[in-house]
């Protein structure tokens, strides 16, 4: 095992002091154990609530029976001749602001060339203090393979069959690959937690599991603050339109979730508000059967130097976490557009952006939204940075027929029953957003006069209603023509 041997390097290496980030602390200590018998090295676990025992070879180094404080545990470490590996599990609390526990770590460190111990501090999330640094190293476990993914879903799908003789597991082998693909990132015990949530909820393996695990996986890795996890990620069905987008996204969809080197980076949509950018983006992450991870610009900034950074910075990382996802950035001229009122916030969070875009490995596709191209730099709109920039236009006709059954059929009416060629003609320049709400407008009204919904009542609120296109005609024309000649038409 690679991990055995990491470990097993740095002990050879003289680290005295060893961070071990995980959630998995039962491997840890299995790892510790191995390392320990191979070394033929003393092995003790230190617990707030346990004390310093003993759990391989050695000396019991504790002279009573009730458990050590953080300082005690490190003097018992400190006074005791043998050579051993001592584990402090949950040790993250006693370090910030404990000058003596600081002290001590060090004091064992200095130490080690005479007593050879070696302190492995496990913990979800550690921050080693400067002092500590220079005599300390970060070992980082490895997450199960596909393979070892895989073996996990077959083991729970064998220990459901045992149990349900009369009933076996309904699956289909495409939507079993992604529910391996969608474990990616966790450890070996959180896997196999969902994994048997997903088959024990119904006995069956299919896409609807998808959003549910995807849900539960963002939990687990403790993403809140600036990233969201969006559920309903609406299907390219739900979609009227964007046939060009449509056909660019599933000719990428092996490539980006393979073991290629090459893998698409993403994709910036412009367009007129209410085109369909942001629904899009959700289609997107619902076609590949993703999680879709929405970045909230606004709530990065922070008002202290350096920390809206720090939160870019983080949900980034965390994205990858969550790989492969999909990750939304709506709007996102809001948080990068430059400006020399924000004291080069602004430039700062768009460096952090392209650097990452440039450096990422994992498969974490961005799609990014934007009303004002003008706001936008020209860093971020040149060549390479996304893999196209496409135009979400204003619906044609067509797309304004498609747009008009798919609202009626979301709310349970019969399109056919509608005159749809009518309605289309009459919502000219009409967004898909405003054909909805014209739809909506019009259920309120037949309500109120307790009639059924109908052509008439629907197209009579198209044609009280002005449209952006309208209301903002030279802006919404400009960027039109900026996009003939600059962009894609997803259309």
Request: aromatic share 6%; hydrophobic share 40%; glycine share 6%.
């Amino acid at each position: 095992m690679q991990e055995v041997n990491d470990l097993a390097l740095l002990i050879d290496s003289q680290v005295p002091i060893i961070v071990l980030e995980t959630y998995d602390e039962p491997r840890a200590l299995q790892l510790l154990t191995r390392v320990a018998v191979q070394r033929q090295l003393g092995y003790y676990c230190w617990s707030i609530t346990e004390g310093l025992n003993r759990l391989g070879f050695g000396e019991d180094p504790s002279p009573t029976q009730e458990p050590e404080s953080p300082a005690e545990a490190l003097r018992l470490i400190r006074r005791h001749g043998q050579a051993a590996l001592y584990a402090l599990c949950d040790f993250h609390p006693y370090l910030p602001n404990q000058p003596e526990h600081v002290r001590l770590l060090k004091e064992i460190a200095i130490a080690y060339p005479q007593k050879r111990h070696t302190v492995v501090l496990i913990s979800h999330e550690l921050e080693i203090p400067p002092e500590l640094k220079r005599y300390s190293a970060r070992l980082k476990l490895a997450l199960p393979t596909d393979a070892q993914l895989l073996s996990i879903v077959r083991d729970e799908v064998a220990a459901w069959s045992k149990e349900h003789p009369q009933k076996p597991i309904q699956s289909d082998a495409a939507v079993v690959r992604k529910l391996v693909r969608n474990l990616r990132g966790l450890t070996e015990h959180d896997a196999r937690r969902l994994a048997r949530s997903a088959i024990r909820d119904d006995g069956v393996i299919d896409a609807g599991d998808l959003p549910a695990l995807n849900r539960a996986k963002f939990e687990l890795l403790d993403m809140g603050g600036v990233l969201s996890f969006e559920l309903d990620t609406a299907r390219f069905s739900e979609v009227g339109g964007l046939d060009n987008l449509k056909r660019w996204v599933s000719a990428r969809e092996q490539a980006l979730l393979g073991n290629g080197r090459d893998k698409p980076k993403g994709v910036l949509l412009l367009g007129v508000q209410g085109g369909g950018k942001s629904l899009a983006a959700k289609a997107i992450a619902g076609l590949w059967g993703l999680p879709l991870l929405r970045l909230d610009m606004g709530a990065l900034y922070n008002k202290y130097i350096g920390e809206t950074e720090k939160n870019l910075r983080k949900a980034l990382e965390q994205a990858e976490l969550m790989a492969p996802c999909v990750m939304w950035l709506d709007e996102i001229e809001k948080g990068i557009a430059v400006s020399d009122q924000d004291e080069g916030i602004s430039r700062r969070l768009l460096g952090t952006l392209l650097t990452w875009m440039a450096e990422r490995a994992g498969a974490v596709f961005m799609v990014a939204t934007a009303n004002d191209v003008s706001a936008l730099p020209a860093e971020l709109l040149r060549k390479g940075r996304f893999d196209e920039i496409f135009f979400v236009d204003l619906p044609d006709r067509d797309a304004r027929r498609e747009i008009f059954a798919i609202h009626l059929r979301s709310r349970n009416f019969d399109p056919t029953r509608f005159d749809l060629e009518k309605l289309a003609t009459q919502a000219e320049r009409f967004s898909g957003a405003e054909i909805e709400q014209g739809i909506v407008a019009a259920l309120y009204g037949c309500s109120a006069r307790r009639e059924p919904l109908s052509s008439e009542a629907i197209g009579h609120e198209i044609q009280n209603t002005f449209p952006l296109a309208v209301t903002m005609a030279e802006k919404v024309d400009a960027l039109r023509d900026w996009a003939r000649e600059r962009a894609v038409p997803a259309d």
